[in-house]
């Protein structure tokens, strides 16, 4: 489709005088208009040029006489035309003698036009991914998929929601990494649960054990993913991708361990309130690595081979500083662990 300008001179100078050259034969072939995508039946449109407002109402099929064949798209110049009149040049642009004269003007008006109406339909686009709820990943099975429950009935009131619950994973792992167990305790629900590598019992008893100083040349801290969020009135699931980064000291060589997993984060109301109502993690690879290149870690190969894969360097560093390695955490080198751990944060999102 062309746009031809009016003759130099002429006083409707404006995109409103445009014409356009439309191609024939058009078949029904799908036209993207935006974030839209119309089916055109198959008609021959009129050969003559005609004016874009024509294209809504006056153009007729030259074989069959009807107008339907520019019906469909009626929403795209019904919203171009109210941009065209918010974008009326000024006389003064387009007066005799001036170098902003129809040419110009009409191009530089209809890239303007245009570029708004992109604004516009996006604009609707996001407001329409608003309305999906979520959206069901393969793992987490059929029951996960789409949840609306009478406190998340609007758009707003859900994202509202998805921003506290991200919010207060956040902050539990900062006061976590900080040591700030106040923070921290306020984070959970009195009845949360927590069962991590090294770690299973309840949320105080957690939040307790980080009161406690690590030892010389320790370092630990989290880089964690946002979270994805599945909702069901006063009760939630998130799941993250965490990556544990431990720098220590073993056998005299200063070494780092990343452990890569996944989180599923129980979250739960309480007077008004998202709190975390539980914490388990699935766990995928590790590493194990001196600091510096050029120092030489000699671990032990046959206690080495005793731990999982999933989490095999986390439980050799684990247990070289005295903390229990547990053999029965969820993890991908054991898949059906890691399908009961999600069928059963399903079941309880159910139960909401």
Known sequence: MSVRRAKRGSSDTDIHSSTFDLPQPIDSSPLRVGLETFTLPKHRPPTKRIAHSSLLANAQCLSCGTADFYRPLAPFGQRLSQINKMTKPNQSEVSPGNEFTSRRTAFKRGMAALFALAMVRQAAGAEAALA????????????????????????????????????????????????????????????????????????????????????????????????????RNDR???????????????????????????????????????????????????TLEPSSPDLVLKLDEKKLDRYRPSYRHLSYVLEAGGRPAHDDLPGIDRPETVAALRAGESQWLEQA
């Not at 009131?157 to 167990?181: F, P």
């Not at 996944?262 to 993690?281: M, T």
């Open 236 to 286: 939630a699931i998130a799941d993250t991708a965490c990556a544990v980064h431990t720098f220590l000291r073993l056998d005299g060589i200063e070494v780092s361990t990343i452990s890569y997993t996944r989180l599923l984060w129980r979250a739960q109301v309480l007077n008004g309130q998202w709190l975390i109502a539980g914490l388990r993690g699935i766990y995928i690879r590790d």
């Open 132 to 231: 999906v709820n979520t959206m069901e990943p393969s793992d987490m099975g059929t029951k996960m998929s789409s949840y609306s429950g009478k406190k998340n009935s609007s758009n707003s009131a859900q994202m509202l929601d998805r921003v506290a619950i991200g919010d207060v994973i956040m902050r539990e792992r900062w006061a976590r990494e900080t040591k700030n167990a106040e923070v921290a305790a306020a984070c959970f629900h009195p009845d949360a649960r927590v069962e991590v590598s090294w770690f299973k019992g309840t949320a105080a008893e957690f939040v307790e054990s980080g009161k406690r100083k690590p030892p010389a040349d320790t370092v630990n801290f989290d880089s964690m993913s946002p979270p994805v969020i599945w909702i």
